[in-house]
C-alpha cells in the first residue's frame, strides 16, 4: 500500500510565498518522476512542474522564475516552493508520482491535493 500526503496549501496576498511538501509513503521500491499539477474548478488539470528521480527539473512557462520544485530522494519527499505568487495561481494543488513498488509493479499515485489561495 502507498500512500501521498500533501501539506502546506493555504491564504497568501499577492506577492507572497508557499512551499507545498509531498511525502510517498508505503511498499516504494523506487520513484521515478515527480509532478505537481493544478486544478480551477471546471478546468483541467494543468501540470505545472516536473522533476525527475536525477533531479532535472521542467516548469510550465506560467511558472518559470517564480516556482521551484525540488526532491528529496531519501525521504521520497518533492516539494514545490512558490513566490512571486498571483491571484492566478489560485488552484488545487496535487503531486503525482510515477513509482515502483516492492513487488517490481509500476504504479501512479496522486496526493489528495491541497488549496492554495491567493488574494489580497
Known amino acids: 500500500q502507498v500512500q501521498l500526503v500533501e501539506s502546506g496549501g493555504g491564504l497568501v496576498q499577492p506577492g507572497g510565498s508557499l512551499r507545498l511538501s509531498c511525502t510517498a509513503s508505503g511498499d516504494i521500491f523506487s520513484i521515478n518522476d515527480m509532478n505537481w499539477y493544478r486544478q480551477t474548478p471546471g478546468q483541467e488539470r494543468e501540470l505545472v512542474a516536473t522533476?525527475?528521480?536525477?533531479?532535472?527539473?521542467n516548469y510550465a512557462d506560467s511558472v518559470k522564475g517564480r516556482f521551484t520544485i525540488s526532491r528529496d530522494n531519501a525521504k521520497n519527499t518533492v516539494y514545490l516552493q512558490m513566490n512571486s505568487l498571483k491571484p492566478e495561481d489560485t488552484a488545487v494543488y496535487y503531486c503525482?508520482?510515477?513509482?515502483?513498488?516492492?513487488?517490481?509493479?509500476?504504479?501512479?499515485?496522486w496526493g489528495q491535493g491541497t488549496q492554495v489561495t491567493v488574494s489580497s
Open positions: 522533476i525527475t528521480s536525477g533531479g532535472s527539473p
Open positions: 503525482k508520482a510515477d513509482l515502483i513498488d516492492t513487488s517490481s509493479n509500476a504504479w501512479i499515485f
